[in-house]
């Protein structure tokens, strides 16, 4: 190779270097995307923000009282289950729950133990949640009907989920106590 040429190509690669975006001009700023995406919860949130209701709602519950409109219709009749609900720090909601009573869903009867996952998106203006993403060991539209919207109300040690149906009817109450 021609010594002459080195300076050249030094200095066209410095040009080529030179001439590539430096990257962010800035910190990312807040997300535009939805306020209910996969993050680990803050440290600090407002009350009666997403945030703060994801705090409140973050750790394990037992369940503790179930009432269900029975597979035939009629008003909602209580349900003999156990159960535990863990929502994580990213918004991820696992239930694991029992039951062999004869106003539970059949797919909930059909198994020892009825296991879902999925997302929990809070809408917290509305009071409610929905479930996304639902996966489990029996068809969720079965069991819990992840499409339907649950009002839920909290207190310190106690959360109240409320399924609605299509016209707003309650369907089914399900209440749990935080784990200590």
């Not at 156990?82 to 198994?111: C, F, M, Q």
């Not at 999925?118 to 203006?125: E, K, T």
């Not at 009817?169 to 106590?177: H, L, P, Q």
Request: include cysteine.
């Amino acid at each position: 190779m021609n010594l002459r040429f080195v300076p050249l190509l030094v200095a066209a690669a410095a040009v080529t270097v030179g001439g590539c975006s430096p990257g962010p001009i800035s910190h990312p700023g807040a997300a535009s995307g939805p306020m209910n995406s996969p993050r680990p919860l803050s440290s600090e949130a407002s009350t009666g923000s997403v945030e703060a209701t994801r705090r409140q709602l973050f750790g394990t519950w037992e369940l503790v009282a179930l009432e269900s409109v029975p597979p035939g219709g009629g008003p909602r009749a209580p349900v003999t289950a156990s159960g535990t609900l863990v929502y994580d720090e990213y918004g991820n909601l696992t239930i694991d729950a029992h039951t062999t009573d004869k106003d539970a869903p059949v797919a909930a009867r059909e198994v020892s133990l009825v296991t879902f996952s999925g997302r929990a998106v809070i809408d917290v203006p509305h009071s409610e949640l929905k479930l996304m993403a639902l996966t489990g060991n029996v068809d969720p539209n079965e069991v819990l009907s992840p499409e339907r919207r649950r009002k839920f109300e909290m207190t310190a040690d106690t959360l109240k989920l409320s399924s609605m149906d299509e016209h707003g009817a309650i369907t089914a109450v399900s209440t749990w106590r935080r784990r200590k």
